[in-house]
């Protein structure tokens, strides 16, 4: 990742290190693309089983056993992975402890050394966004902004669907509550101090997957009206 900014930082217009943190985001979006799009699917036709999973819960409620057995079927039969979401999230996480790595220590003019033979040294790295922000400094606006876009996002993918049980669906509006809000909460309290740098990694990253996540949803519901 460290090479791979550097490169791309010699060749994006005016050596603008913010346009080269999104340049990267987006490659690495782009990589990741087939896993989101069986993630997002996998997902939303998750929420559309509920029922059916709800039934089968309430059916064999005093067999677990059976009761693991009847929801693996229906995750299988409807070719649903309900850890596809959080092996996309997981599979990030090492992504943003390196880029962590490279704006916290990377950018220092010694580590220009250890790049690879075909990638130019730039001799000084400027990490600044459109020339005023720099980017290995906290930011507060991008944590905030990165928590608004964690929001938008979060609330796209919610379950819309009202449960027939009363405590059912108490307990489902008090989870989408946290979800809604206290993933934002924790996005913004993480990037506070961090450098603003991850917090455009963020911000990037978050947009990209809700057009993603809407194009695909977009093109799935279309499908399905045709049928």
């Given at each position: 990742l460290f090479n791979a900014l550097i490169f791309i930082y010699n060749y994006i217009p005016g050596k603008d290190f913010g346009l080269a943190i999104i340049t990267l985001t987006v490659a690495i979006k782009f990589l990741l693309v087939p896993l989101s799009i069986k993630a997002v699917k996998s997902q939303k036709r998750l929420q559309e089983v509920q029922p059916k999973l709800k039934e089968i819960q309430e059916k064999y409620k005093d067999n677990k056993e059976v009761q693991a057995q009847k929801l693996l079927e229906i995750y299988k039969t409807e070719k649903i992975?309900?850890?596809?979401?959080?092996?996309?999230?997981?599979?990030?996480?090492?992504?943003?402890?390196?880029?962590?790595?490279?704006?916290?220590?990377?950018?220092?003019?010694?580590?220009?050394d250890n790049l690879y033979g075909f990638v130019i040294n730039p001799g000084h790295i400027t990490a600044l966004f459109l020339g005023i922000i720099d980017l290995t400094q906290p930011n507060i606006l991008f944590a905030a902004v990165a928590g608004i876009v964690q929001f938008i996002q979060t609330?796209?993918?919610?379950?819309?669907?009202?449960?027939?049980?009363q405590k059912e669906e108490q307990f489902m509006k008090m989870m989408n509550m946290q979800m809604t809000y206290v993933l934002p909460v924790m996005t913004f309290l993480i990037l506070f101090k961090l450098p603003s740098a991850l917090g455009l990694y963020w911000i990037t990253s978050g947009l990209f997957a809700a057009i993603q996540q809407y194009f695909i949803l977009k093109t799935k519901n279309q499908n399905n009206g045709t049928k």
């Open positions: 992975n309900p850890f596809g979401g959080l092996f996309v999230t997981l599979i990030q996480l090492p992504i943003l402890i390196a880029l962590y790595s490279v704006f916290s220590h990377g950018l220092q003019s010694g580590q220009l609330k796209t993918m919610l379950p819309k669907q009202p449960s027939s049980n």
